[in-house]
């Protein structure tokens, strides 16, 4: 019995304490948030029992029963639900889950209930299975299952080395972290590393882009609404602190956050609790808080474009992400990356690397950073002509001219390409390849369609599309 693993599915943390809690220590016991992860866990565990919040079935209980019941062989479910729930709810649950439980029966209710559910299939179960993810291992091995985790790498250069050994001492704390760097460098990453090797990787990750958030939807976008707090309130909506309880929450791009709206952002952080639109009473949210910026915050305070006391706030533990040309020594490790994601996602076999290619990339600014070369990847690995990888694969039909120009020790003023473009080149390799949808093109660009009209109107827009037969 000990060695049977217990799926925990709820998207409240704090029903996670009181659902281990009552299992005494008699299971290993895992974790899932949504029901993407509890179809991630179940595929990969095979877990004997599922303890499933009824609350967590957000998507309708049609669709979340054929979701999960295709991967429920061999998974015993016990369904907790509220005492309010109707009986419509209930009885839609019978079907597919072995017991339904009473919240409020949780902590005297739950252990004999699941061992007398998994007592009459003991002797049909392997003797061992393989052990719950734990926070305390290096996330790529132990948290590989985990709904949260997502592959990923960052680099093993020297500068990379120093930052994750900061990254190390840092993550078991509560200490509020704002992370610097030039755009497509990796800041989320960077962020979701922080969290899952932190004490509350078991909890969700949220993420909000905040130069995304129009001022008007600002409370209730982070703080959250009441149902007919205003017109179209049709519903309660959990802003993203309250959606991060347990968790961490990641505020990327806060630069961008109106002086307005700052002091809103400072009460919630610094008081930990937030006011919901239409609320009557403020609500706690413990949320760790990782920021993000890709300018200079500091600046920004000696302009009065930010408060000071919201940046002392934010900026606990300074990190600096370098820019991927001053870390040229991590592009072959990246590189394999990007390969095998997207040759495993467009079910391709990984291509050869000609021995001339890193030498290339590694002569290449780039000023998209990882974003960029990662966008490139998945570019040549599509329209690539066969064979090993050559550096004009990635970097266009005239990287030779740019090797030929712009390598160390030539005189700079000798490169015919300027960085404007060889962004336009890139630009028309995509449209290209999108044949002319612009929609398309945003989306392989990572960039919205604004963006991407606002960067083709630094050329003639008829040259470009001259260029895509």
């Known amino acids: 019995m000990p060695d049977s693993l217990v799926l925990v599915a709820s998207a409240n943390p704090a029903s996670w304490h009181r659902i281990k809690d009552a299992l005494r220590d008699r299971f290993a016991v895992t974790f899932a948030v949504d029901l993407q992860g509890v179809v991630d866990v179940l595929a990969k565990h095979r877990p004997p029992l599922l303890v499933l919040s009824s609350r967590l079935l957000n998507a309708g209980l049609d669709e979340a029963a054929q979701r999960l019941t295709s991967h429920l062989s061999g998974t015993r479910v016990i369904a907790i639900t509220a005492s309010n729930e109707s009986r419509t709810t209930k009885a839609a649950l019978a079907p597919w889950v072995d017991a339904c439980l009473d919240e409020q029966w949780v902590s005297t209710a739950l252990l004999p209930l699941a061992e007398s559910l998994l007592s009459s299939e003991a002797a049909e179960r392997p003797a061992r299975r393989e052990p719950a993810p734990s926070a305390d291992a290096e996330p790529s091995e132990a948290l590989a299952g985990h709904p949260g985790y997502r592959p990923m790498v960052l680099g093993s250069s020297p500068a990379m080395r120093a930052l994750m050994e900061t990254i190390r001492r840092i993550a078991p704390t509560d200490v509020s972290v704002l992370i610097t760097g030039e755009s497509g460098t990796g800041k989320e990453l960077l962020a979701r590393w922080i969290h899952l090797l932190s004490p509350r990787a078991r909890g969700p990750f949220e993420a909000v882009n905040l130069s995304a958030v129009p001022r008007e939807l600002f409370e209730s976008i982070l703080f959250g609404h ?242 895509v037969p």
Request: proline content about 5%; glycine content about 6%; charged content about 25%.
């Open 226 to 467: 009441e149902r007919g707090s205003f017109t179209g309130a049709t519903a309660q909506h959990l802003g993203k602190f309250l959606r991060a309880r347990q968790g961490t929450l990641f505020l990327d791009e806060v630069s961008s956050l109106r002086l307005e709206l700052q002091p809103k952002l400072l009460r919630a952080i610094q008081e930990r609790e937030v006011e919901t639109v239409g609320g009557r009473e403020a609500v706690a949210c413990d949320a760790r808080i990782v920021a993000a910026t890709n300018t200079s915050l500091a600046e920004a305070v000696r302009r009065g474009e930010f408060r000071a006391d919201l940046y002392y706030r934010l900026e606990v533990v300074p990190l600096h992400l370098p820019p991927l040309r001053e870390r040229t020594e991590d592009i072959p490790d990246l590189l394999r990356f990007f390969l095998s994601k997207y040759a495993s996602q467009f079910s391709l076999p990984p291509p050869a690397i000609a021995p001339e290619l890193i030498p290339a990339l590694q002569r290449h600014d780039w000023p998209g950073n990882c974003r960029e070369l990662e966008n490139r990847v998945q570019r040549a690995i599509l329209l690539a002509k066969g064979g090993a990888l050559q550096p004009e694969d990635l970097l266009g039909a005239r990287a030779s001219e740019v090797d030929a120009g712009c390598e160390e020790g030539i005189n700079f003023g000798s490169c015919s390409l300027s960085l404007s473009e060889m962004d336009q080149l890139y630009i028309q390799q995509v449209l290209r390849h999108t044949d002319g949808n612009f929609t398309q093109a945003a989306q392989v660009l990572k960039i919205d369609r604004k963006t991407l009209r606002a960067k083709m109107q630094r050329t003639p827009a008829a040259a470009l599309l001259r260029s």
